[in-house]
Nanobody
Framework: QVHLVESGGGLVQPGGSLRLSCGSS????????LGWYRQAPGNQREMVAT???????AYADSVRGRFTISRDNAENMVYLQMNNLKLEDTAVYYC?????????WGQGTQVTVSS
């Protein structure tokens, strides 16, 4: 079973940057579509960015051009580089690994954008 662990969240000022990381402890992620999702208080969880095994990416309109998702299949890692952060990016960010009916989530990491 895939066990995902996120890191890299924190408090940042508007316009700042953060890099989120997510890894799988000992289980290969090569065949999984990996993604980052977020959930703000009172809102539903929403897709931020996804990346397929061969590198095809997709982004939410709200983050396109500011966020970049990447993966390192050899290290079983997925990253989310977040630049030019805005107040509305504040949320808990979750890592996801999906393959057919398999769907795994990390525990989440808090990102707070505040002046």
């Amino acid at each position: 079973q895939v066990h995902l662990v996120e890191s890299g969240g924190g408090l940042v000022q508007p316009g700042g940057s953060l890099r989120l990381s997510c890894g799988s402890s000992g289980y290969p992620l090569l065949l999984y579509k990996l993604g980052w999702y977020r959930q703000a208080p009172g809102n539903q969880r929403e897709m931020v960015a996804t990346i397929r095994s061969l590198g095809e990416t997709a982004y939410a309109d709200s983050v396109r051009g500011r966020f970049t998702i990447s993966r390192d299949n050899a290290e079983n890692m997925v990253y989310l580089q977040m630049n030019n952060l805005k107040l509305e990016d504040t949320a808990v960010y979750y890592c996801n690994a999906n393959r057919n009916i398999e769907d795994y989530w990390g525990q989440g990491t808090q990102v707070t954008v505040s002046s």
